[in-house]
């Protein structure tokens, strides 16, 4: 794609965008977002309008535009990449907004670009890896494919040569990291619980009274009994426990449980061990 046409398409993704989570389209807000001039910015208008004939109509009153009542949104980026936007071309969000999202685990850059190099090309690892279990450190050998950013942590997926099978390494824990002199052997099995998709249906808590299901459904599905989430298998459990969904609802109960897995009998060989109520080491 030739860069003006880039350009072109990056701004229109933007108006949708404002359209989206603004609910409306005017030219002074353009302007300044974009560093655009008032014809400028209404010659963009008119772009999206030829572009999108079915998304836009003219409040006269208000010299705005604003969604067609029908227009659905699919395909328009969610709230956060909105955020991104904004804040990416100096827009204060400080405002109306406050970020209160609070963590302790932003990785350390020379450990990103090793395991970046690592996953790319298939290299192993030497680590010292600090657990529950060992919390003075152990060596391993790992042979990483995929960094995974959850809520609450980051790891690493990885072949580890000790335990002979696929582990989730929490980035944290990583004392120290070295390339090995050795890349990933061919004759590694398949990730298989990363490769396999599942469904996780979540629903109100069984335990929750008439009303304060109605409440949850409203708050998290929109009114609907239950949401579908399709999820690596390898990363269900930690799916669950961000959203603090309970998998054994008679002793995980509310009020601190206010979501319940509606299909634990389905998916129940994917969890770890301990949300099915044992122990396991496969998460380090």
Request: hydrophobic share 35%; glycine share 6%.
């Amino acid at each position: 794609m030739a860069k003006g046409n880039q350009i072109f398409h990056e701004r229109l993704a933007i108006l949708a965008t404002l359209l989206k989570w603004e609910g409306e389209l005017k030219n002074s807000r353009i302007q300044k977002l974009l560093g655009l001039t008032s014809v400028r910015a209404s010659r963009l208008i008119a772009e999206f309008r030829e572009t999108f004939p079915d998304r836009l109509e003219l409040d006269t009153q208000n010299k705005r535009w604003v969604p067609r009542q029908q227009v659905a949104n699919h395909g328009v980026p969610d709230f956060d990449n909105y955020l991104e936007q904004v804040k990416f071309r100096e827009e204060s969000v400080g405002e109306w907004l406050e970020d209160a999202r609070a963590t302790f685990l932003t990785p350390h850059p020379e450990t990103v670009a090793i395991l970046r190099k690592a996953c790319i090309e298939g290299l192993g690892l030497e680590i010292n890896y600090r657990s529950m279990r060992h919390p003075d450190g152990q060596e391993r050998v790992i042979y990483p494919h995929t960094v995974v950013r959850m809520n609450r942590r980051w790891h690493v997926r990885s072949w580890c040569g000790l335990r002979e099978d696929y582990r989730d390494f929490n980035v944290g824990r990583i004392r120290s990291i070295k390339m090995s002199t050795e890349t990933r052997p061919s004759s590694l099995p398949e990730d298989s619980e990363w490769e396999t998709k599942i469904d996780l249906r979540v629903g109100a808590h069984r335990h929750l009274d008439e009303g304060q299901a109605r409440l949850v459904r409203d708050e998290y599905f929109e009114g609907a009994v239950a949401r579908r989430l399709n999820v690596r298998a390898a990363i269900a459990g930690y799916v669950l426990q961000d959203l603090q969904v309970a998998t054994l609802a008679e002793i995980e109960t509310p009020p601190r449980y206010q979501l319940e897995l509606l299909n634990v009998d389905e998916v129940n060989r994917h969890l770890f061990p301990e949300i099915k109520g044992g122990s396991s080491d496969k998460k380090l």
